[in-house]
């Protein structure tokens, strides 16, 4: 028996990032953008990528990665407007991981694509330390969740380039103060961009295209 | 609880840093954890003492060495404290976005173990 200490500065995560930086890579060979949901339960993911996906039809090739723990009731919505998408099932595990990205993509039809979007389980703390090779996280909080949002989870918001704030037609029926919400988010992420949408009656759903839009275009441009 | 999921990961990159220098029995991990990186030391202790039970590495101790973040602003050009448990990153003086460097650390840093064989190399 020989004692031995090795000393290495290596990522804790190296072996998820490895797989996070060849699909990172990929992307950018195939000039896919690729945008990280994440959000708590119920805050209106797969709502959003439903009028996204009706918005951009004919024009952008879109797919769908939805990370659950358990049904496949989110992949079947976006299925429903003809659009590929694939339920990765967590079984437990509150978070996407860049394995099962990677999983996901051999196993289904999603590429070639214009936009991958990748719905993340519906939590706010886990899936912000994992990189799944995207583009940029969006972090969705919606007005029935409370304004406190940002303060109790501050890590999130802190790291989604864009901040999207949901269910707005709700505004008038709870308290919910934006203009605090704006204010923290912006000093938390002072290069972030906030976006308020209501996807029931569409109010912001074309600037959230527009960035969508100009994000492909910056991501394309030799 | 993301931290269980951590520890494995970390277990994942002790195992291979062991692998590489011959195999054994892990005795102590060292790692750094950055204020920034969203992970709470004690619970990834705690995580890791459940990953390794029942493992030939049972009883192998993970220390945590937390990290704290450089805050800089620009425009007072000095140092800037973080206000306890706030993550403004805002100069608390004038109000200028601060330049935040570190902070975001999660990584192993010192791997101990006790080799299989008697005087290998
Ligand atoms: N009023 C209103 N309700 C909305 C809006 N968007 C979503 N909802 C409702 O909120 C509920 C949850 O929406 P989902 O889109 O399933 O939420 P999700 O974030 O995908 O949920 P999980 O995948 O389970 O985490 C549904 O009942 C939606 O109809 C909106 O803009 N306004
Ligand atoms: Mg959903
Ligand atoms: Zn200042």
């Not at chain 1, 119920?42 to 004919?58: D, Y």
């Not at chain 1, 990205?101 to 330390?129: H, K, Q, R, W, Y």
């Not at chain 2, 991990?29 to 004690?42: K, S």
């Amino acid at each position: 028996m020989k004692n031995q200490i090795v000393s290495i500065r290596r990522r804790a995560l190296a072996a998820s990032e490895e797989h996070a930086h060849a699909l990172r890579e990929r992307f950018a060979g195939s000039g896919t953008l690729v945008p990280n949901l994440i959000s708590s339960p119920g805050s209106g993911k797969t709502t959003l990528l439903e009028a996204t996906v009706r918005r951009f039809a004919g024009r952008y090739r879109i797919s769908v990665i939805e990370g659950d723990v358990a049904t496949e009731r989110d992949a079947d919505r976006i299925r429903a407007l003809g659009v590929p998408a694939h339920q990765v099932l967590t079984g437990g595990a509150c978070h996407l991981d860049a394995r099962q990205i990677d999983g996901a993509l051999s196993v289904a039809d999603l590429m070639p694509a214009d936009i991958l979007f990748i719905e993340n389980v519906g939590n706010l703390i886990c899936p912000t330390t994992y990189d799944l090779g995207e583009d940029f996280k969006v972090a969705l909080l919606s007005v029935t969740e409370g304004d406190d949002k940002p303060f109790k989870y501050p890590a999130i918001f802190s790291r989604a380039e864009v901040t999207v704030v949901t269910k707005a037609d709700l505004l008038p029926y709870v308290p919910f103060d934006l203009e605090a919400v704006r204010g923290y988010v912006a000093s938390l992420n002072p290069g972030g961009t906030l976006l308020v949408v209501s996807s029931t009656t569409g109010e912001g759903v074309d600037e959230w295209c527009e960035l969508l839009a100009s994000r492909l275009e910056d991501k394309r441009r030799p | 609880m993301h931290e269980m999921g951590i520890a494995i990961e970390i277990y994942r990159t002790c195992r291979d840093t062991v692998a590489e220098h011959g195999g054994g029995r892990l005795r102590q991990v060292r790692i750094a954890v950055g204020e920034l990186a969203a992970v709470e030391p004690d619970l990834l202790v705690f995580g890791w003492e459940a990953v390794v039970a029942d493992t030939p590495d049972q009883g192998a101790a993970l220390t945590v060495d937390f990290c704290r973040a450089d805050q800089r602003c620009p425009a007072c050009n000095q140092a800037k404290d973080r206000s306890e448990g706030s993550w403004l990153r805002i100069c608390p003086d004038c109000g200028t976005p601060l330049e935040v460097r570190g902070g975001d650390e999660l990584d192993v840093i010192e791997v101990s173990f006790e080799t299989d064989e008697e005087g290998c190399p």
